[in-house]
């Protein structure tokens, strides 16, 4: 079993936190304390399940959790004690502190001599918090342990409650060791082939609850592992997540509104238009585009296209912008309009929608597509526009990422600190992740989400302070701690959406990036 | 409240009267309304209805030449613009671009120089007769329906207690706080400079906030109208 679950590559994984996606271990909290275990090997793996579930977090003894005990016990921060020798044996591998209901039925055997039937009843009893069974058990305990003359009546007594109090927290650990080598399992997979793990997490990620915040977790966690993202385009869709030289493409049914019947529509129309003009989409010019496959597909999803850049591969450039406000210009016109486009297309061959509305302009009488002066004039306003467009119809990156947040569910393309002047930062998210340490840090960040919460005890009771997740162009950082003071001072702009520099120390032996200046940009 | 962006805009007209002026130019700068940083600029002509009778026929203003004059136009040159239905189509484009989670709540909130009594009625007209317009309550649905500032009324505000601001128009304000007033009357150029004052406004008003909260403000019962 050892040899089994030997995998260095997996182990180191765990110890850095990059567990996003890892059975049982993908929240942020699994994270946070998948680093600071750092289990290696499927013991401390089942541990780490076990110790992270609410009762163990939430029982405190001499002010710290059960969790930290057990962490601090493993790294040396602290003595493994025993409450008795004899104990030594069946609490060893959790380094004294009781982590599963199995252990409570060990010590019962060996203290009390019970036998499994009787030691299960002290689980179901524990288990079950029912007082009357409970003063049964303990009374046979006590008397076992007169028999057994291991321990005296008081020690007993003491292991006893020990045990009773361990019901808050203790966890079943054939459950946990199962739980362990699935969790080792999916990490295996995720250190040795992410390019395959990530594909199948985004492929599935819309039977989340939150589908877009599952995508923008995976693939802000791909940076990770250098694997980039991409919008689909012309030149590379298919309907669902695929990969392509190394880089994940978002399917065409990944796009906010196409992800059911419009979708397909979409699919379908691209393979009409190339029917129509006998040749793949990819050699369509940006007119063609407009006029024969514009019309087989509905204005969302047509606008939702231009909107992620799936025209961005074109050989005249077609911005976002400009795609969305050419294909504007192109609703203007009556379907009889487009109809003589589609109809003269194979003849004038135009190269740009100017070329093309030029001639359509003029009425039929006047050798043109239009019916009156009337449709004459309005597109001949529009080719003026075309000319002169009002405003630039360049992608201002702001918008592009606005963009993809709302079709895509994350930005792709840019990271949202690509907006802001970067130079002022000495490191990255990716660096504190992956466990740099020291003072004086600085990180040019846009500020994910702010979580505030109200210091219950100590000389800062009742002062507010925050938990940050913060994201640059390399990864999410979710242990970002403004402290009250930092929290009074900057509480102003920190706020979800903002970038900022931030300024802080993160420990040795520390996840936490501890911020200490602030910065706006 | 720093989750909207804001569009300061100013139309350029034919006549006075907001309710059945025709514009001659809009234009229009896009701020983040975080750190107010400019993200677009927008500007066009508009092709009026220049005849006289036909534009009164139609229930307009005719152009007047001392508005022409005032905004440096031509009715050559006008006539040569698109017109308003196109430039409003764009515009709304343009508007719409800000809305950054396309949700009516997100609608960026509009500025300008005395746009409530001028420039928001001919945007709701404009709204009304060429969309977006919410039925129900007759109102424009292109900005926030609920927020929007008025930059006279925060300069009254701010310089109520001087008694030597003799004006606050856009030509007093310009001359008092160092702004050329070479292209004035130019939409474009007066959206940069209300703009300009705006930022300037919203600065101090952040950091004004910073250190006088109003936060339980009348909790001691000092209050000023008992």
């Known amino acids: 079993m050892s040899n089994e679950y030997s995998d260095k590559k997996t182990w180191q994984l765990f110890a850095e936190g990059k567990t996003k996606g890892v059975f049982q271990l993908e929240s942020n909290l699994g994270k946070a304390w998948s680093k600071k275990l750092a289990p290696n090997n499927i013991e401390e793996l089942s541990a780490l ?21 057990f962490i601090d016990r493993k790294h040396g921060r602290e003595e493994v004690t025993y409450l008795h020798e004899s104990l030594e044996e069946i609490l060893a591998p959790t380094y004294g502190v009781l982590v599963y209901q199995e252990q409570s039925m060990r010590i019962a055997q060996k203290i009390a001599g019970f036998d499994l039937q ?13 007082a009357d069974l409970m ?6 305990f006590i008397a076992g342990a007169k028999k057994t003359k291991i321990v005296n009546k008081e020690e007993a007594e003491e292991i006893f409650g020990w045990i009773q109090a361990s019901s808050r927290y203790a966890f079943n650990k054939s459950h946990s060791i199962s739980y362990a080598v699935c969790s080792y399992w999916s990490a295996y997979q995720k250190a040795h082939n992410p390019e395959e793990f990530f594909l199948s997490y985004l492929y599935y990620a819309n039977e989340k609850q939150d589908p877009h915040q599952e995508i923008y977790e995976l693939i802000s966690e791909a940076k990770l592992f250098d694997i980039q993202a991409r919008t689909p385009s012309i030149a590379n869709y298919q309907d669902k997540f695929n990969t392509h030289n190394g880089k994940i493409y978002f399917g065409i049914k990944d796009i906010k509104s196409l992800t059911g019947k419009t979708g397909d529509n979409v699919l379908n129309a691209i393979t009409e238009a190339e029917k129509v003009l006998d040749k793949k989409i990819t050699k369509f010019t940006w007119i063609e585009i407009l006029l024969f496959l514009a019309p087989l597909i509905n204005s969302t999803a047509f606008k939702a296209l231009s909107s992620i850049g799936f025209f961005r591969d074109f050989n005249g450039k077609i911005t976002r912008n400009k795609a969305l406000y050419d294909y504007e210009i192109y609703r203007v016109l009556t379907a009889a309009e487009k109809k003589w486009l589609l109809n003269n297309y194979s003849n004038k061959k135009w190269k740009s929608l100017t070329n093309a509305l030029q ?46 947040v709302k079709f895509l569910g994350c930005p792709v393309t840019l990271s949202k600190v690509d907006i802001s002047d970067t130079s002022a930062a000495n490191t990255t998210c990716k660096e504190i992740l992956n466990g740099k340490t020291g003072n004086n840090l600085c990180v040019v960040a846009n500020v994910q989400r702010v979580a505030d919460y109200k ?45 900022l520099i931030l300024c802080g120390s993160v420990a040795k032996n520390d996840s936490s990036f501890i911020i200490d200046k602030i910065h706006e940009i | 409240m720093a989750n909207r962006d804001y569009i300061v805009f100013d139309f350029e007209t034919g006549s006075r009267n907001p309710h059945k002026t025709q514009p001659t130019q809009i234009a229009a700068v896009a701020l983040d309304g975080r750190n107010l940083a400019l993200k677009g600029t927008f500007n066009s002509e508009i092709k009026p209805i220049l005849d006289d009778e036909k534009a009164i026929a139609a229930g307009f203003d005719p152009i007047e030449d001392g508005a022409l004059r005032v905004t440096n136009k031509t009715r050559e040159g006008l006539a040569k613009a698109p017109a308003l239905k196109s ?54 649905k292109l900005f926030s329906k609920v927020y929007k500032v008025d930059l006279m009324d925060n300069i009254f505000m701010w310089t109520e207690g001087d008694p030597s601001v003799k004006s606050i128009s856009m030509d007093s304000l310009r001359e008092r706080m160092g702004l050329s007033g070479e292209n004035a009357h130019d939409a474009l150029q007066d959206v940069k400079d209300t ?10 008003h952040r950091a004004v906030y910073q250190n006088i909260e109003f936060e339980k403000a009348f909790a001691n019962g000092n209050l000023y109208v008992k």
């Open chain 1, 118 to 130: 009787e030691a299960d009843e002290l689980r179901k009893a524990i288990g079950k918090k029912k």
């Open chain 2, 195 to 204: 703009a300009n004052i705006f930022i300037k406004m919203l600065k101090t």
């Open chain 1, 135 to 140: 003063a049964k058990v303990k009374k046979k």
């Open chain 1, 49 to 69: 399940i076990a110790i992270i579930r609410p009762g163990c977090l939430k029982a405190y003894v001499d002010g710290k959790s059960m969790t930290q005990h």
């Open chain 2, 87 to 140: 430039v409003w189509t764009k515009f709304c484009k343009f508007v719409d671009q800000y809305n950054w989670k396309g949700e009516p709540f997100f609608a960026p909130i509009p500025v300008g120089y005395n746009i409530i009594g001028f420039d928001m009625p001919i945007i709701s007209r404009l709204c009304e007769q060429f969309g977006p317009w919410d039925k129900s309550r007759s109102q424009q």
């Open chain 1, 455 to 499: 210091i219950s005890k100590g000389e800062s009771k009742g002062k507010m302070m925050s938990f940050l997740t913060i994201e640059d162009d390399t990864c999410v950082l979710d242990s970002v701690i403004a402290f009250p003071k930092i929290k009074q001072k900057y509480k102003y702009i920190m706020y979800e959406g903002n970038n």
């Open chain 1, 359 to 404: 001639d359509l302009a003029p009425t039929k009488k006047e050798g043109g597509g239009t019916s009156k002066q009337e449709r004459k004039q309005v597109i001949e306003n529009e080719i003026n526009l075309l000319n002169n467009p009002p405003y630039s119809l360049d992608d201002d990156a702001g918008w592009l990422i606005d963009q993809e």
